[in-house]
């Protein structure tokens, strides 16, 4: 088990800052916003030594920031995990790894934006709604 807030506060202090757009490209992560299949928010992959991190384009902009945080938690804190977690569509049991993620993007979120880690959680867990604001 991680100390996620923990960790969380040692990377703001490494990179310093809290965003988390900053953080990716001081790590060389690129970011691309395109299409995505339905209920998938965004995801990472390694491609030839190089990491990206996809986000659905339809996203509104604290969504796009709180899926690209969720990414950056599973880099840190599963760097060699290679399966797609898709609810309902793997068999794979990975409740423990997103739940980690969803918790690191929730407290790196809480350093930079002023939405309750509750709406961040809900976000993460139920996915993307067209008419949810918060």
Not at 33 to 56: A, H, M, Q, S
Not at 60 to 82: A, S
Not at 95 to 105: G, I, P
Request: proline content about 3%; glycine content about 6%.
């Amino acid at each position: 088990m991680f100390n996620i807030p923990l960790r969380v506060k040692n990377i703001i202090r490494r990179h310093d800052t809290c965003n988390p757009y900053i953080i990716a490209k001081e790590l060389k992560i690129g970011i691309i916003y395109g299409e995505t299949p339905d209920r998938v928010n965004g995801f990472w992959r390694r491609v030839l030594r190089r990491k990206y991190i996809c986000i659905n384009e339809d996203l509104e902009e604290w969504q796009q920031k709180t899926v690209l945080c969720h990414e950056l938690g599973h880099i840190f804190l599963h760097p060699g995990y290679k399966n797609y977690c898709m609810a309902g569509r793997t068999y794979f049991s990975c409740t423990r790894r997103e739940d980690e993620a969803d918790q690191f993007a929730a407290e790196i979120m809480g350093y930079s934006s002023d939405i309750e880690k509750i709406n961040i959680l809900d976000f993460l867990k139920n996915g993307y709604k067209v008419n949810q604001t918060y």
